[in-house]
């Protein structure tokens, strides 16, 4: 049975949870572009999160042949493989299908949530993350999970 895929708007709004008692969890964020990565990875390195970072989707494969995230954030459009692309292959992988991931994109069409939906993304999120609580997001990803 296939999951609902629970998408963002800029309304969107999560619960805050603070994160800094648990374990340190790692999130692979996959993203061609320098700036987003960057922010991400202040982001979520302010919340105690290991960040692991891919610039393109065939390094982001490259990191998850002998790696195992706690999440991954992947951008769509990216150089080599696409996120959803990368999504789908991780989820038919035995040891990295229940690793949640969120897909972000700038792409608001029914098409993009279509083929992320059918690669077993969690979550769909549209850029720009201003006004989302990532750190809510991951953590009821995380929570959900184990």
């Avoid at 150089?79 to 700038?106: F, Q």
């Avoid at 690669?119 to 990803?141: E, F, H, S």
Wanted: with cysteine; aromatic share 2%.
């Amino acid at each position: 049975m296939k999951r609902a895929l629970r998408i963002l708007s800029e309304a969107t709004r999560y619960r805050t949870c603070m994160v800094g008692e648990r374990e340190k969890r790692t999130i692979l964020v996959a993203d061609d572009s320098t700036a987003h990565r960057r922010l991400l990875e202040l982001i979520l390195s302010a919340h105690n999160f290991t960040v692991v970072t891919a610039e393109d989707g065939h390094q982001a494969l490259t990191y998850l042949q002998a790696n195992t995230p706690d999440l991954m954030i992947l951008d769509v459009n990216m150089p080599h493989l696409s996120g959803i692309e990368l999504c789908k292959r991780a989820k038919h992988t035995a040891r990295l299908s229940e690793v949640p991931v969120i897909i972000m994109t700038s792409l608001t069409d029914t098409e993009t949530r279509n083929h992320a939906q059918a690669a077993n993304a969690d979550l769909l999120v549209n850029k720009p993350l201003k006004g989302k609580n990532l750190n809510g997001m991951i953590t009821d990803l995380l929570a959900a999970g184990g």
